[in-house]
């Protein structure tokens, strides 16, 4: 319980702390939660450190008060992403989001362990993605700066644009072998290098 609070606390001074606009050094983590989780809440002070938490980072919540405690449930369908000074905060960023029930995207410069089922890519040239709807663009963008591409979103004749490349190899650990097939054939699609190995 103890480590759960400390990583909320670490959490919610690092979302206090982050701006969505990536530069040298920052690193950003993607997540969603189609489904809604819900998380504990002691008192009525915790209830709304993690309302004000979840509703910065863009999620839908709700408040169940029951009992001597309550529990804040919440959830965000559409892939959003947090951009943190460091890759040491996106890698507790995406521990604790994971923790929490969220589905993360975190690429990785450095590569993955000797047991990981990891998706290696990359893409040097800039590739380029036509979008009519906004909220759609948006989160293309929140999964490329999870990936650890660079960015440029651009609208014009009534349509949005968004560039993006990942100039270094990266590295995605998936949960299993499909979830790893099912990415690499996406990245392949939007013009990415990949690797797999068995």
Known sequence: MLVRATLFAIAVLSIANSVTTASEGEESVAFRSKEWQSLHAEDDADAEKKLSMLRKLGCETKV????????????????????????ENADRWEQWLNKNGFETLHGHAHSSSRDAVAVQYMQSEWQSQHFEDGAKADEFVAICKGLGCEVRKGGHDGHIDVRFRCTSRRNLVCIDHDEAHSLQTWLEKKGFQTEHAH
Do not use: M
Not at 76 to 83: A, I, K, L, M, N
């Open 64 to 87: 169940n008060r029951h009992g001597n405690h309550s529990d804040v449930t919440f959830r965000s369908v559409q892939w959003r992403e947090v951009t943190l000074e460091s890759h």
